[in-house]
Nanobody, 115 residues
């Protein structure tokens, strides 16, 4: 049974930083792709960043230059370093892991950017 668990959300002031973590357990394989999505109230879920097992990355235009995705394959863990946070980054952030062509989702972690 694969489980995906996020951590690291919270309340931060505009301009501040947060680091999210997401660990996938229950599989002997490291996920081929790990992604961060977010969903703000009243909006659709959107892809924030993705990273393959080989380290290739891509980002949403809205976070380029501010967010950095990285991963530790041995720990089956992905990180999202978020800098220069803005109020529009407020959302529930979800982790997604692709293992053997199946997508697994975490429960989400709330990020609130407010003064």
């Amino acid at each position: 049974q694969v489980q995906v668990v996020e951590s690291g959300g919270g309340l931060v002031q505009p301009g501040g930083s947060l680091r999210l973590s997401c660990a996938a357990s229950g599989s002997t394989l490291s996920p081929y792709v790990m992604r961060w999505y977010r969903q703000a109230p009243g909006k659709e879920r959107e892809l924030v960043a993705a990273i393959t097992v080989g380290g290739s990355t891509n980002y949403a235009d809205s976070v380029k230059g501010r967010f950095t995705i990285s991963r530790d394959n041995a720990k089956k863990t992905v990180y999202l370093q978020m800098n220069s946070l803005k109020s529009e980054d407020t959302a529930v952030y979800y982790c997604n892991a692709l293992i053997r062509a199946l997508n697994y989702w975490g429960q989400g972690t709330q990020v609130t950017v407010s003064s």
